[in-house]
């Protein structure tokens, strides 16, 4: 079955630090995968997409992803975190039809970001 | 820009009630969700909408059904609300296209309910 696993639930940077946030999945295609962001009280908001082509793709607020189909693996970083990127971010794929023909998105359960003065 | 609005941010309901979260969207999607969200749980799908008068059952339906007699609105219903169904639910709508599932979806800001 298709899944999206965010190993970390918990991850706290110093502001100026680089970050990184893990994602894997588990598709038999190639999978379209996304990166979402809520903050608190909030919605959630696309943070960038992987269709095809290039496998780094670029995002808003400076973020950036890559995807490695080797390592089943859809990483989401940011060279230089700022006090304002705290918050839960969501990995998602976009997979497994209904019956109907139609589709679904899977999420990964979140990593809940805090970023230290 | 896409607005998908959520009628409450705020609900508070007695166990029993029959509850409605109403969801509009300004974006002519054919695509309409309903997911609710819980610490350590992620997103859940409950019920999903791709045309007017036709849904399908997420992961999680039981206690719950839907209503989108209009193509811009989209109305989760609890039958007889429950306390294990105080909850984040949140809203999303995404465009048809040949694919489907390769457009990103458009959350709304969430209804965070209590039932009591």
């Known amino acids: 079955a298709q899944s999206v696993t965010q190993p970390d639930i918990h991850i706290t940077v110093s502001e100026g630090a680089s970050l990184e946030l893990r994602c894997n999945y588990s598709?038999?295609?190639?999978?379209?995968l996304f990166w979402y962001v809520q903050s608190p009280g909030q919605g959630l908001q696309l943070l960038l997409k992987?269709?095809?082509?290039?496998?780094l793709v670029q995002g808003i607020k400076g973020f950036e992803a890559e995807f490695k189909r080797s390592q089943s693996s859809f990483n989401l970083r940011k060279p230089s975190v700022h006090w304002s990127d705290a918050a839960e971010y969501f990995c998602?794929?976009?997979?497994?039809?209904?019956?109907?023909?139609?589709?679904?998105?899977?999420f990964g359960t979140g990593t809940r970001l805090k970023v230290l003065a | 820009d896409v607005k998908v609005t959520q009628s409450s941010r705020y609900l508070v309901k007695r166990t029993g009630e029959k509850v409605f979260l109403e969801c509009v969207q300004d974006?002519?999607?054919?695509?309409m969700f309903w997911y609710r969200q819980d610490p350590g749980l992620g997103l859940r799908l409950i019920y999903f909408?791709?045309?007017?008068?036709?849904?399908e059952k997420g992961d999680i339906p039981e206690g719950y059904s839907v209503s989108r007699e209009k193509k811009e609105r989209f109305s989760l219903i609890l039958e007889s609300a429950s306390t294990n169904q105080t909850s984040m639910y949140l809203c999303?709508?995404?465009?048809?296209?040949?694919?489907?599932?390769?457009?990103?979806?458009?959350f709304g800001d969430g209804t965070r309910l209590s039932i009591l």
């Open positions: 999303a709508s995404s465009p048809l296209r040949d694919r489907g599932w390769d457009q990103p979806q458009h």
């Open positions: 598709y038999g295609a190639t999978p379209y």
């Open positions: 992987y269709f095809s082509g290039d496998t």
């Open positions: 998602a794929v976009g997979a497994e039809l209904f019956t109907s023909g139609t589709y679904k998105y899977i």
């Open positions: 974006m002519d999607h054919e695509n």
């Open positions: 909408s791709y045309d007017v008068k036709m849904k």
